[in-house]
């Protein structure tokens, strides 16, 4: 007796003409490595709290980093709050302008790798 899965052969990748939703990235994704869509939901759930867990809390001199192999890295970096200070307008020459406080926040950078940028 065959198998079921040999005998269906994964469709075509093929680009989309819109965005991909979340559900058809999960469709195609199970299609071509024979999951289940609820395995690779599952899968994408792991990825979202490794990652959370390794961007937590980053420090001032150290921002922490999470790589995804082969297409990008994510950076969090910690930004110390600022003060309302005044400083001259560079639109208009010789007025002072007012700078609003700014509190302490993360930021998020994520930057392509070299495999990711070839395949662009």
């Known amino acids: 007796m065959k198998k079921k899965a040999a005998a269906t052969k994964?469709?075509?990748l093929t680009a989309s003409g819109r965005p991909r939703t979340k559900s058809d990235l999960y469709k195609?994704?199970?299609?071509?490595?024979?999951?289940?869509?609820?395995?690779?939901?599952g899968m994408f759930e792991t990825l979202g709290k490794v990652m959370a867990v390794d961007l937590a809390k980053p420090k001032a001199d150290k921002p922490n980093s999470f790589v995804v192999p082969g297409m990008m890295k994510v950076n969090a970096i910690y930004k110390p709050p600022t003060k309302a200070t005044t400083k001259p307008n560079p639109f208009k020459p010789g007025e002072m302008m007012e700078v609003k406080a700014?509190?302490?926040?993360?930021?998020?950078?994520?930057r392509p790798l070299k495999a990711l940028k070839a395949m662009v």
Do not use: D, M
Not at 28 to 41: D, I, P, T, W
Not at 102 to 110: D, G, L, N, W, Y
């Open 102 to 110: 700014k509190p302490a926040r993360t930021v998020i950078k994520i």
């Open 10 to 12: 994964a469709p075509k």
């Open 28 to 41: 195609l994704l199970a299609e071509h490595n024979g999951l289940q869509r609820k395995q690779v939901a």
